[in-house]
Nanobody, 120 residues
Framework: QVQLVESGGGLVQAGGSLRLSCAAS????????MGWYRQAPGKQRELVAV???????SYADSVKGRFAISRDHAKNTVYLQMNSLKPEDTAVYYC??????????????WGQGTQVTVSS
């Protein structure tokens, strides 16, 4: 009954910026934490950033100082602001959340993914 819908991906030049959005919808009782992952072709999916229910953030070393995760609690939406983008940031970005619906115990939910392509 819970869905994560991502948007904001696209094509951008190196040094540019993008903001990804992930909106949680459905019968939501509570959200434990939200995170962003990414997966490049032929590579393992990796954690990019995580935001806990206490608004504690954590980032992969490769994006520290360039990316920022945030949340609009009223809209049940998490964002990933990406600045100073590099070609190596090119990947499919996935939103993940530990969410409890009104009818179930908490479990993991995944978004469908959004493509981010950074050109040289």
């Amino acid at each position: 009954q819970v869905q994560l819908v991502e948007s904001g991906g696209g094509l951008v030049q190196a040094g540019g910026s993008l903001r990804l959005s992930c909106a949680a919808s459905g019968s939501i009782f509570s959200i434990n934490h939200m995170g962003w992952y990414r997966q490049a072709p032929g590579k393992q999916r990796e954690l990019v950033a995580v935001l806990t229910s206490a608004d504690t953030t954590s980032y992969a070393d490769s994006v520290k100082g360039r990316f920022a995760i945030s949340r609009d609690h009223a809209k049940n939406t998490v964002y990933l602001q990406m600045n100073s983008l590099k070609p190596e940031d090119t990947a499919v970005y996935y939103c993940n959340g530990v969410i409890q619906s009104k009818a179930t115990i908490p479990r993991n939910y995944w978004g469908q993914g959004t493509q981010v392509t950074v050109s040289s």
